[in-house]
């Protein structure tokens, strides 16, 4: 009631001094609904969730840690959460979580609250977390995801995908035998920025990997040269290219894919 009376008294000021029509002056208020609809949006995440890495190759043994930079740049106290919502992982690795404090790898989630050894963070604090990723066995390629929000703003999430593998990134590395070509799908899909792409080459020959935006632009060779007959897989980083979607084509003797991946930041 007393925003429609503040609308009227606006309304009468604008008719008597100006001769505004009341058609007029609800497009003028509309537009500044809008506004303030945006303004608000622009500034509801609470927080900021800053890997320093998402791509870490190690060997068979190692234990991998990613390092979360978590920082508060809200003007409030913000108790935060953070949840595994993938954990592909080879046989025999395991993920943990550590926020203040390391937990088993059996927990999804974890908050800034006392019953996990924690406390919010203040405003401006950056708090360190950590991912961390082990190898026992078996050559391989993990892919984790983590979501970060507020208990403020539950919905608003930050979403953060890592990969850790015993694969060097450097070169594709051949796994096993293969009977026949193929090029599989990558994953994770849509990726942010790391991916992996995997094929299969039946004979030895000369072997072309490369990847193209939608207008059919190259944008990486990541193979050109001969290969064994095997599966082998790629890393591909789409750190330095923009989001959006990309195509994946490989070209091995009379054999030629192509498959579409979107990349989303």
């Known amino acids: 009631m007393r925003l429609f009376n503040l609308i009227n008294y606006f309304l009468a000021i604008l008719l008597k001094n100006y001769g505004v029509s009341k058609m007029k002056f609800l497009k003028f208020f509309y537009f500044i609904l809008l506004f303030l609809y945006f303004v ?20 068979i043994g190692d234990e991998m840690i990613f390092y979360i930079d978590v920082t508060n740049i809200s003007n409030i106290r913000q108790t935060v959460f953070v949840v595994r919502t993938l954990n592909d992982l080879p046989p025999d ?12 790898s059996e927990l999804d989630s974890v908050a800034t609250t ?3 050894g924690s406390s919010p963070l203040d405003p401006g604090e950056t708090r360190e977390m950590s991912l961390h990723i082990t190898a026992l066995n078996n050559d391989g390629t993990a892919h984790v995801q983590l979501q970060a929000g507020t208990f403020n703003n539950p919905n608003e999430r930050i979403i953060e995908n890592f990969t850790a593998t015993t694969i060097p990134v450097s070169v594709d590395t051949e796994s096993s035998s293969s009977s026949e070509y193929d090029l599989t ?5 849509p990726f942010n920025p790391i991916t992996v792409i995997e094929y299969k080459v039946s004979n030895t020959t000369l072997v072309s990997l490369k990847v193209y ?12 040269e001969s290969k064994q007959p095997g599966i082998y897989q790629v890393v591909f980083n789409g750190e330095n290219i923009a989001s959006g979607i990309y195509f994946y084509k490989v070209v091995a003797g ?12």
């Open 185 to 189: 799908q990558n994953y994770p899909n």
């Open 213 to 224: 935006d939608i207008i059919g632009r190259e944008v990486a060779v990541l193979v050109n």
């Open 40 to 59: 608000n949006n622009s500034f509801a995440q609470d927080i900021t969730f800053i890997p320093r890495d998402t791509l870490i190759q190690g060997n």
């Open 254 to 265: 009379d054999f030629s894919s192509v498959k579409k991946m979107i990349l989303l930041k």
């Open 93 to 104: 690795w395991y993920s943990a979580l550590c926020f203040d404090v390391c937990f088993l």
């Open 114 to 116: 006392p019953e996990f």
